[in-house]
């Protein structure tokens, strides 16, 4: 089955600066790749999913990246705020859906005032 | 009330006990899913049904029973559960459960069940 690596489990930033994080699959018939985001005590939420005839997808400060052929891919926020601060999971899909996804560890980000 | 809602929020039950969670959801999924969220692991798929029919059992143990008796309803029956149960129980529901033809293949989750389990 797919397996799906995150890095770094934990990333601190100054506010204002950049954050990235890296996840790696291993299926190369993946083709759906989502990273979610949840927040202290709240529910998990998509902020950006990336399909695999695409290469780059952006949205506001945050753009997601995906190289098929080293098989991973990237999320990276900009200009970092506080609420940007939370615990953000990235997964990945064989079936271009919901069903099936495999996630990773997650990367807990802290925005340094 | 929208979006996918859980109940309970919090759970605290001994080993022979038997409870249930439920999940709602009012966004007129087709898909529904749980999922157990541990610390330090990635989140693990337990079940997913579509149109009310289960098609997926992740090799979880008996001692968790899925039920879902219409596409807004899903719940979690537990009997004699172990102390390692102990997580939260997120549900999901999606517009199907593949994507393409116009379905996105986002999860809505809901705020999750803490379970503890002594």
């Known amino acids: 089955g797919e397996n799906v690596e995150q890095h770094p489990s934990t990333l601190s930033v100054q506010e204002g600066d950049s954050a990235v994080i890296k996840c790696t699959y291993s299926d190369s018939a993946s083709n759906y790749f989502p990273w979610y985001k949840q927040e202290l005590g709240k529910r998990p939420q998509l902020i950006i999913d990336i399909r695999s005839n695409v290469g780059e997808k952006k949205d506001q400060r945050i753009a997601v990246t995906l190289n098929k052929t080293a098989k991973h891919f ?7 705020q506080p609420e940007d ?5 990235c997964a990945a899909s064989l079936g271009g859906g919901a069903d099936g996804l495999t996630f990773g560890k997650g990367t807990h980000l802290i925005i340094q005032p | 009330e ?8 919090h759970l605290v039950m001994g080993m022979t006990n038997k409870k249930s969670l439920k999940c709602e959801q009012h966004l007129g999924h087709n898909a529904m ?8 692991k990635p989140l693990e798929l337990m079940f997913v049904y579509s149109l009310e029919e289960r098609v997926e059992n992740n090799s979880v143990p008996s001692r968790f029973s899925p039920e879902c ?3 807004s309803h ?3 029956h537990l009997h004699t559960l172990q102390p390692e149960d102990s997580a939260l129980y997120l549900c999901a529901s999606s517009q199907d459960i593949y994507g393409g033809s ?3 293949g986002e999860l809505f989750f809901g705020e999750g069940s803490r379970l503890t389990v002594l």
């Open chain 1, 74 to 80: 990237s999320l990276h926020i900009t200009e970092t």
């Open chain 1, 85 to 89: 601060s939370a615990v953000y999971f």
């Open chain 2, 2 to 9: 929208t979006g996918v809602t859980q109940t309970p929020r």
């Open chain 2, 33 to 40: 899913y749980w999922y157990k969220q541990s610390a330090k």
């Open chain 2, 69 to 71: 008796p219409n596409s």
């Open chain 2, 74 to 76: 899903l719940f979690l």
């Open chain 2, 102 to 104: 116009g379905s996105t």
